[in-house]
């Protein structure tokens, strides 16, 4: 084996033997390869999740640009869905910096143009913002609060002046209203339109989703002030049962937790991934609030009717585009975290196995691919359902 003269003095934990005595003596090797994965909340979203996520955005942004009505109620339950997940996910993970690739909300942006999205256009398309105005000026309230006014000769918000009595009043029916050509079109009463309950849902999940973007961008910043050492668990089950210490090609020593009830043993390994997903967090989600913010004011002041050579221009752009990249992108550095060892270690290991007397064994880790990326986010989403979830873990060992 391969000497580390800068360990040899070393006292292993839980022994009173030195590494260079261990290694000195004769090394048994372990029978193939073991995997090393990611405990819980140590990994990002599986890239199998992230494929189905993105393949089911991307006819929808189709859609949302061509023809947005016919998409409203697929984006609703996919936004629901994710503002539960990632509900799930701060209570379960605390904001935690090691567990930030469960937390991370990067994938947030493309759900947040789409209830923007929903919420503005049927307010244009119903004018609902008129019928509103109009709802409550024929409000019994209303009508009280003006016969008061009148009376003090004070002017609600909203109302008009008073016409002077020989001036014809012209009457319309209050079933219609006015389009952008200035010809009546009826519109359902307010409260039994189906798509008012639409923007109504629509403003609550956009609400939803910039309160855990910015409760996000705030733990991500508390998360690791001054770029302190991070360390994160990394599990095997060739460091356990028995084993104590890890020692791998760069001479590093790791200190074995054995967990027998999950059947792995654990070392903990510098977050260098953590540390990057944090800072890409801080500046990806604070990037994506400037984005929402251009997208709302795009809705908000192009006109429905502009289509420049064609296309049609009040469609939150920003938010599509970013959300999809944000996906791919995601979909990428998944593919590679479950096919590669975290940075840190080597492949080539050697575990202190105590029995009648601490031993030497060398062995060869493995990524855990995808099984080991879906059981570290998994377990990191549902922490908080501990028993449902986990089942009955038990700690193996004496009282």
Excluded at 262 to 284: H, N, S
Excluded at 355 to 381: E, Y
């Amino acid at each position: 084996m391969d000497l580390c003269p800068q360990i040899a003095n070393t006292t292993i934990a839980n022994t009173t033997i030195q590494w260079g005595q261990l290694q000195a003596d004769s090394v048994q090797t372990l029978a193939g390869n073991s995997y090393l994965r990611p405990d819980k909340g140590g990994a990002l979203l599986p890239w199998v999740y992230t494929l189905l996520v993105l393949v089911a955005h991307l006819p929808t942004v189709i859609l949302r640009v061509v023809k947005w009505e016919a998409a409203q109620t697929w984006c609703l339950a996919t936004t629901t869905l994710t503002v539960v997940v990632y509900c799930l996910a701060y209570v379960s993970t605390q904001l935690a910096a090691d567990k930030i690739l469960v937390w991370t909300p990067l994938l947030l942006v493309i759900d947040a143009g789409a209830m923007a999205q929903i919420l503005f256009l049927i307010c244009e398309d119903k004018r609902v913002l008129v019928r509103i105005q109009k709802m409550i000026r024929s409000s019994l309230w209303y009508a009280n609060a003006s016969k008061l006014c009148a009376q003090l000769r004070v002017r609600l918000p909203g109302s008009r002046p008073e016409r002077p009595a020989f001036e014809p009043i012209p009457s319309r029916p209050r079933a219609l209203e006015d389009n952008a050509q200035g010809l009546p079109v009826p519109h359902p009463a307010m409260l039994q339109d189906y798509s008012i309950y639409v923007a109504v849902i629509s403003f609550l999940l956009l609400l939803a989703i910039i309160i855990l973007q910015i409760l996000g961008l705030v733990g991500a910043v508390r998360a690791n002030p001054g770029n302190l050492p991070l360390p994160a668990p990394w599990c095997s089950p060739i460091f356990q049962p028995f084993g104590i210490a890890v020692r791998d090609g760069n001479c590093r020593v790791y200190n074995v937790e054995m967990s027998s009830a999950k059947g792995v043993g654990c070392i903990l390994i510098d977050g260098t991934i953590q540390r990057g997903w944090l800072k890409g967090t801080v500046w990806g989600t604070s990037v994506a609030l400037i984005l929402e913010f251009f997208d709302l004011c795009i809705l908000t002041f192009v006109n429905s009717n502009a289509r420049p050579r064609g296309v049609q221009m009040n469609r939150p752009w920003f938010t599509m585009f970013s959300g999809l990249a944000v996906l791919l992108v995601t979909l990428i550095f998944g593919i590679i975290y479950s096919s590669e060892l975290p940075p840190g270690i080597t492949e080539k290991v050697w575990v202190v196995v105590n029995l009648d007397k601490p031993t030497l064994w060398a062995g060869t880790l493995k990524s855990a691919g995808l099984r080991g990326a879906v059981i570290g986010w998994n377990d990191g989403l549902f922490e908080a359902w501990n028993d449902v979830y986990f089942g009955a873990w038990v700690s193996v060992g004496p009282q």
